[in-house]
């Protein structure tokens, strides 16, 4: 009863079916007493995810259309849509005219709001199949590459839908799943079971070379290119592997980027949710019929934690447009994809029931425990807090393999979040993957090093929680299979008993889990689905703000090094791997300071470049400063280079990202430089810089933000600095020992003047005025100087003057007198 009044699994059916004969708001209304946060835009600039690049502005902007998630890496290539915001405000809703229609749709069919699976991209699933010999084609696929636009055109033109026909190498040219050559720099990268989907031709070449006898020879094919145009691929970041079009007998070929393909594949999932609500914004948009409108919906995508790399997460921005678009780690999508109610009646789904059976059982079970305990007066003899289950999540694909441990908690009422989100917190624990031709086959390993994660990170979870809840496997119902059968057997041949007991039970999903997921996390992060909290202001009031109805507390999937070397780039001289961030490290996470110094590089060198222990390179850093090694350090700072790389497997090889850095080399320009001339850059002076520090950030899905923080000085600039600041700093002391010595030697002075003038006025009276009351008196004489103070010239004539006798001083006085 006390996990029901909180929302709790045995509510979430009742909740959740509900929902079928409900009209619902996507956010939850305020605590009570509590003035409501108002429209979507009040909420939203509240929930933004910011870490995907998201702005309030840009989110309202396409507030009134839908949100699309691809399953891009899925064998299916599904899609699914999250509707647009159903505005309340009345001023709100004239700003976004297409959101004032679907709110009037809405509010006219009396139907939930709730996702939208699609279906499949295409019938080509994300394969992109173009009509050979068709002047047509040529012309439309030319324009796009050429103009950027002209996609619906490629669509209704270019593309062969006749899946029969698509099967004829005469007919057809296929471009095979594109998406697997984002961010590969060159085909030497390519691991063999990808390159084996392709022909490669040229191994080397400018993406705008003339083309050779074996690129014409085949419709498609791959090759090594440049971005800026180079003869020969560089080795730096403007490699590129491309596509090479030879699809019209009579014309040149065309060179389009995998990032271009998958572009023409993105634009075709957009268009399809567009379709499914077009007909509502056309009521309110008078442009909502144009050519490539739907190009404006933003896009969101799931990543394999196999490919979760720099490279390939800027790649799929770009391909995407740039803007409004966000990425999401697979396995995550697919624990909240796998929570949703059935998209037919609206009913739990069976693992969302299995999970609320043992949640509730497993508390109830506990409260007993708990209230035992505390009627014996005694301590429990198990856990009594609540109770967070814990679920395996597993996903196979024709390139790769994955396993995620998941953890729930934040269980939240389902009137509050449309019916979808019935926990609030995920937790990744850990998450293993590999990128491999033969997946089912890595299983064995995959599990082993998961279990090894899971029991090292939660020791008790067995023996607490009962082991996980489920094991759940997603993907296309065949992989699906494929996949249960193996992990069946390599849990039954495990020597973990509590792994290996066969006590947990396998859960399926539908083909459209991952998309749907994405959908839901891609709402949240637009502000679409939110909770309402409560909080106390600075001045006592309280306000309802937004809250996310799903937060993802996100796991690495790749690991994050840098290595450095000292000799200017030689090649046998490059450093180990220091890892910066590793697997399983909670994400985003940075920024993390690298400090560079040309003193230290200097002793490095000096060293040999060994490694040094860090007493010891502090001392050498400390010997190589000053005016007189400034060679030795302006040509260690200047042979300084480093390199940012990137783990995506376990124990696999290190990948380059971005080009070799000089981390303590600067160039000098003009003010007349412009920042962007080829030539100004390459007439630049580079110079030694003393100093530097490189921050260097992670986002989820291995996405990498750097930036350089220097004062800009070269080392004799610096040298001189610490020079004029060491002579500053003592001369600074000296002054300060000057300026309040001074007033001590003053004071010491004037207090001794003071006694003297004291004593010499006592010894007046003593001689003047014998006997009388003047006569030893001390205190009188002490108020006389000090009455006369600045003035004693004038008292020692009046003392004279009344006395009629010379004021002498006092060891002037002769004891005769």
């Not at 508390?363 to 807090?385: F, H, I």
Request: a negative charge; proline letters at 5%; hydrophobic letters at 40%.
């Amino acid at each position: 009863a006390g996990i029901a009044a909180h929302g709790g699994p045995s509510a979430l059916a009742t909740h959740t079916a509900a929902h079928a004969h409900q009209q619902h708001n996507a956010h939850a209304g305020p605590p009570p007493g509590v003035a409501p946060p108002g429209s979507f835009a009040a909420l939203a600039a509240d929930v933004v995810d910011k870490g995907q690049n998201l702005t309030l502005r840009g989110v309202r902007g396409v507030a009134g259309l839908p949100v699309v998630a691809i399953d891009l890496y899925g064998d299916g290539g599904e899609v699914a849509a999250f509707p647009p915001v159903v505005e309340d405000d009345d001023d709100a809703a004239k700003k976004n005219k297409a959101a004032a229609a679907a709110a009037a749709a809405a509010k006219k069919e009396e139907q939930p709001r709730s996702i939208k699976y699609i279906g499949p991209i295409g019938k080509h699933r994300t394969d992109i199949v173009l009509k050979k010999d068709d002047d047509g084609t040529h012309k439309a696929v030319r324009r796009l590459l050429t103009k950027g636009f002209g996609y619906e055109t490629v669509m209704k033109t270019a593309l062969l839908e006749d899946e029969k026909a698509a099967e004829d190498e005469s007919k057809a040219a296929r471009i095979v799943k594109p998406h697997l050559l984002l961010g590969v720099r060159r085909t030497a990268d390519l691991d063999p079971a990808t390159l084996a989907l392709y022909k490669a031709a040229d191994a080397d070449g400018a993406a705008i070379a003339e083309e050779s006898a074996a690129a014409r020879s085949n419709a498609v094919t791959i090759r090594n290119g440049t971005l800026d145009g180079s003869a020969q691929p560089n080795g730096d970041d403007f490699d590129r592997v491309a596509f090479h079009l030879a699809i019209h007998g009579k014309k040149k070929g065309l060179t389009m980027l995998p990032d271009e393909a998958v572009g023409i594949v993105v634009a075709q999932a957009r268009r399809l949710a567009y379709k499914d609500y077009a007909e509502d914004i056309a009521e309110a948009d008078d442009e909502a019929d144009s050519e490539e409108s739907y190009l404006e919906v933003p896009a969101a995508i799931a990543v394999p934690g196999w490919n979760c790399s720099d490279a390939t997460s800027e790649a799929l921005i770009e391909a995407c447009g740039g803007s409004n678009v966000t990425l999401y780690q697979r396995p995550v999508a697919a624990a909240v994809g796998s929570l949703l109610p059935r998209s037919d009646t609206g009913a739990p789904s069976k693992l969302l029931q299995h999970v609320g059976e043992k949640l509730n059982a497993t508390n109830k079970e506990r409260q007993t425990r708990a209230r035992t305990a505390e009627a014996r007066g005694e301590e429990p003899d198990g856990p009594t807090d609540m109770f967070h289950p814990v679920l395996i999540y597993a996903g196979l694909t024709a390139e790769g393999l994955e396993m995620t441990a998941v953890q729930l908690s934040s269980i939240q009422d389902m009137d509050e979040v449309d019916g979808m989100a019935p926990f609030g917190d995920f937790k990744v624990i850990t998450s293993v993957a590999y990128r491999t031709n033969d997946p089912a086959g890595k299983v064995k390993q995959a599990l082993n090093v998961l279990t090894a994660n899971v029991d090292e990170m939660m020791p008790e979870l067995f023996e607490d929680d009962g082991g996980p809840v489920s094991i759940v496997t997603y993907g296309s119902i065949p992989s699906q299979l494929k996949l249960r059968e193996a992990m069946m057997k390599a849990l039954a041949a495990s020597s973990d008993e509590d792994w290996s007991s066969g006590k947990i039970p396998f859960q399926s999903t539908k083909d459209e889990c991952v998309a749907c997921g994405v959908a839901l996390l891609a709402a949240v992060s637009h502000g679409r689905l939110t909770t309402v909290v409560n909080e106390t202001r600075k001045d006592g009031k309280q306000r309802a703000k937004g809250k996310p109805a799903v937060v993802v507390q996100n796991s690495s999937c790749s690991a994050v090094g840098v290595r450095y070397n000292y000799f200017g780039g030689s090649d046998k001289k490059w450093s180990a791997v220091k890892t910066i961030f590793d697997f399983d490290r909670r994400v985003p996470a940075g920024p993390y300071g690298i400090e560079f110094s040309a003193a230290e590089c200097a002793a490095i060198r000096a060293s040999g470049g060994k490694d040094v222990e860090e007493e010891e390179l502090l001392e050498a850093s400390k010997k190589l400063g000053g005016a007189k090694n400034i060679p030795a350090r302006e040509e260690a700072a200047l042979d300084l280079r480093m390199q940012v790389v990137q783990q995506l497997e376990r124990d696999g090889p290190w990948i380059k990202v971005g080009d070799v850095m000089k981390p303590l080399t600067m160039t000098k320009k003009s003010e007349d430089d412009d920042e962007d001339d080829d030539d100004a850059k390459a007439k630049a002076e580079p110079f030694a810089c003393e100093e530097s520090i490189l921050e260097l950030s992670v986002n989820p899905v291995g996405m990498l933000t750097n930036a350089f923080i220097s004062d800009g000085q070269s080392v004799v600039q610096a040298t001189k600095s610490a020079r004029n600041s060491t002579i500053r700093y003592y001369v600074g002391i000296a002054a300060a020992i000057l300026f309040f010595g001074g007033f001590m030697v003053k004071s010491y002075m004037e207090e001794k003047i003071f006694e003297r003038d004291v004593q010499r006025v006592l010894a007046f009276y003593k001689h003047a005025a014998p006997g009388t009351i003047s006569d030893g008196d001390d205190r009188n004489a002490r108020w006389l100087v000090y009455k006369y103070k600045g003035r004693k010239d004038k008292l020692w004539r009046r003392l004279s003057a009344k006395y009629d006798m010379e004021v002498k001083q006092a060891w002037e006085w002769d004891d005769d007198d």
